[in-house]
């Protein structure tokens, strides 16, 4: 896998040494820096897109990255609705694409049915 990150830069100057972990997206393994916003270490990764919208199922990933909107949530060590600009990589994570509130209900079931009939 491709690696996004900008390491030399001409104004800001090499990036420093970091600790590197592994997290794991969908069980893939993917390497990060400790401390590093989730969002950060899978837009390196080349992942783009975080979770659908309940309603229209649309695409969704990193818009304000300072933790306000809820574009970037995802599913964090079993836990939905994480927002990842503003949470913190750890060791062996395990991130999980979200499909609308990352909770089976029946309402976001029926409107599954409802847009696939």
Not at 32 to 43: D, K, N, T, V
Not at 83 to 89: A, M
């Amino acid at each position: 896998m491709e690696n996004y990150r900008v390491l030399h830069h001409p104004i800001l100057r090499d990036a420093p040494d970091r600790q590197t972990v592994t997290i794991y997206y969908e069980g893939r393994p993917i390497e990060a820096y400790m401390g590093e916003p989730i969002a950060s270490a899978l837009m390196a990764s080349g992942i783009r897109v975080f979770r659908n919208t309940i309603g229209r199922h649309e695409p969704r990933g990193v818009f304000c990255a300072i933790g306000r909107c809820t574009d970037c949530m995802m599913i964090v060590n079993g836990q939905p609705n994480v927002r990842t600009c503003v949470t913190p990589v750890e060791d062996g994570m395990s991130l999980e694409f979200q499909h609308g509130s990352g909770q089976t209900t029946e309402a976001e079931v029926g409107a599954s049915a409802e847009k696939d009939g």
